[in-house]
């Protein structure tokens, strides 16, 4: 069996709520502060803090990875996974518990990490290179391959506070991959890149894994994560809940998403805002406002979402966003009262706010959504996963015939017709 490359052991990592803010005062501020008020002081420096005071975004998680291993992380938002890889890229230091690396290192967590802004793209490639352990002659060898793989020739002079949000991430990757780091960390910063990009970079991936280093992938795209990975994790609440085969641990990731989406909405434990609004139920409506158990490939799509104020008055400047998602939890689009230019001014204290979808075009599946709710600005309610709705299979087509099922996600409308053969007069010397 291959040498261990990664060792965790009971990681834990806890946060003050509310954070933890620096504040600058003179010493005779403190000590006037400190005799008017000594037990509110004594709490501010963590004296008498409660448990309740700090929340753990990682708790008693351990697991070992062998080197060459390729290593899928899954699970829902906040359920810890990017806390657990910025432990293990060293970038914080875990509450309780230990991580032991074997190896180079190379992470591509958040865009921008590890390059510095004023610095050419050049120069950062060489900066990277020499952080990873490298020698400048290595870094010589393979820099043509990383300005080719991240397709910024162009701009590799350039100061990178310039490189747009893409072009960081093509950069960010081509090194990471390039300079050949005995275990490599991709966090779901690829979902920046275009779709030909992330291609490109599962492919890199997979080259990686042969030439036997370690690599960990967290992505909410399943199916990229069961084409790369023999193995996977899954966390929920901060705590590893699955190990094991990535097909075993996706159906238990996707069975989970199942159960949330089958919770009535106003007793889900997981939504995160404000609560000055709250979503109660969500149904499927049909054309006469009746609730329907699921809706035809081509008709008309009626999304009901019921909701109340928290202090019964109406609500100013609401803003609602419902992203869908596929059978592997592949983003598939999203719908937005902004770009739909649905401007909710005002809205009453209680009522159903409604979503049409005009001949929705998906194939028959059933489909997972999100809600997410802002009000004058503010998160108000934000539910992942929040439910399911039923697609059946329907002459969206007009023709009497139904599409076949299984090619894909999206029925689009199109025709078809014969056109004669165009000639065409040259002009010139014949030979």
């Not at 609730?291 to 009901?304: F, K, M, R, W, Y």
């Not at 399911?388 to 139904?402: K, M, N, Q, Y």
């Not at 599409?403 to 078809?416: A, D, N, R, T």
Request: include cysteine; proline fraction near 4%; charged fraction near 25%.
């Amino acid at each position: 069996m291959a040498e261990l490359a990664i060792r965790a052991e009971n990681l834990g990592k806890r946060y003050l709520i509310g954070g933890e803010r620096a504040h600058y005062k003179r010493l005779s501020d403190l000590i006037t502060a400190f005799a008017r008020n000594p037990i509110r002081q004594l709490k501010q420096l963590g004296v008498f803090r409660s448990p309740s005071d700090y929340i753990w975004a990682l708790k008693d998680v351990s697991f070992e990875i062998h080197q060459g291993e390729v290593v899928g992380i899954i699970g829902r938002n906040g359920a810890g996974k990017t806390t657990l890889l910025k432990i293990l890229s060293q970038i914080t230091e875990p509450s309780e518990g230990s991580a032991v690396l074997r190896g180079k290192l190379g992470s591509l967590l958040e865009v921008g990490i590890g390059f510095h802004p004023d610095l050419t793209g050049r120069e950062n490639i060489y900066l990277n290179g020499v952080i990873l352990g490298m020698k400048k002659a290595e870094i010589d060898r393979k820099f043509d391959n990383i300005v080719a793989f991240a397709e910024v020739e162009k701009f590799i002079n350039t100061p990178m506070k310039h490189y747009s949000t893409g072009m960081y991430v093509r950069l960010a990757f081509a090194v990471a991959a390039h300079l050949e780091p005995d275990i490599l960390v991709i966090d779901e910063v690829l979902a920046v890149g275009d779709a030909a990009f992330q291609q490109k970079c599962l492919g890199k991936i997979g080259d990686v894994a042969k030439e036997g280093r370690t690599v960990l992938f967290v992505s909410h795209n399943m199916a990229a994560v069961q084409g790369i990975c023999k193995r996977a994790l899954l966390l929920s609440g901060g705590r590893l809940i699955a190990d094991g085969p990535t097909q075993q641990v996706v159906d238990h990731y996707l069975e989970m998403i199942d159960r949330m989406t089958a919770m009535p909405l106003a007793d889900r434990p997981d939504r995160k805002g404000d609560k000055s609004i709250q979503f109660l139920e969500c149904e499927l409506w049909d054309a006469h406002g009746q609730p329907t158990p699921c809706v035809v490939s081509g008709q008309d799509a009626i999304l009901a979402i019921r909701y109340k104020s928290a202090n019964g008055q109406p609500l100013r400047k609401v803003h609602l966003e419902v992203e869908m998602y596929g059978r592997f939890n592949e983003s598939l689009f999203q719908l937005s009262t902004d770009v739909a230019g649905a401007d909710f001014e005002e809205i009453p204290a209680e009522g159903h706010i409604v979503l049409k979808i005009p001949r929705i075009p998906l194939q028959p599946e059933r489909y997972v959504f999100d809600l997410y709710c802002t009000v004058s600005g503010n998160m108000a309610d934000y539910i992942q996963h929040a439910a399911a709705i039923t697609v059946e299979s329907g002459d969206f087509f007009g023709t009497g015939r139904l599409p076949m099922v299984g090619h894909g996600h999206f029925l689009v409308p199109h025709s078809w017709s014969i056109a004669p053969v165009k000639s065409y007069s040259h002009k010139g010397t014949d030979v």
